[in-house]
């Protein structure tokens, strides 16, 4: 994946998630789960179950980008 970022930090979510999940799903994880700001500027990173997929969530202060590697 080529990210054109440079965030203050990664986090990686340990646990699979439903890959249905879209921003505001995988927002409110970052929130209540990981007791994190998703507005901080980090990247959050999720994996599904199989760990053969990721899905990463960034905010630019403009909006959120979602990146997905099939």
């Known amino acids: 994946m080529k990210v054109f970022v440079e965030p203050l930090a990664v ?3 340990k646990q699979p998630v439903d ?5 505001n799903g995988l927002s409110a994880i ?8 998703v507005f901080s500027g980090a990247l959050f990173v999720f994996c599904n179950r199989q760990r053969d997929k990721v899905k ?13 590697t099939p």
């Open 19 to 23: 890959f249905r999940k879209s921003i």
């Open 56 to 68: 990463a969530l960034y905010w630019d202060k403009t909006g959120f980008c979602l990146w997905y």
């Open 30 to 37: 970052v929130e209540a789960e990981m007791e994190l700001p």
């Open 11 to 13: 986090y990686l979510y």
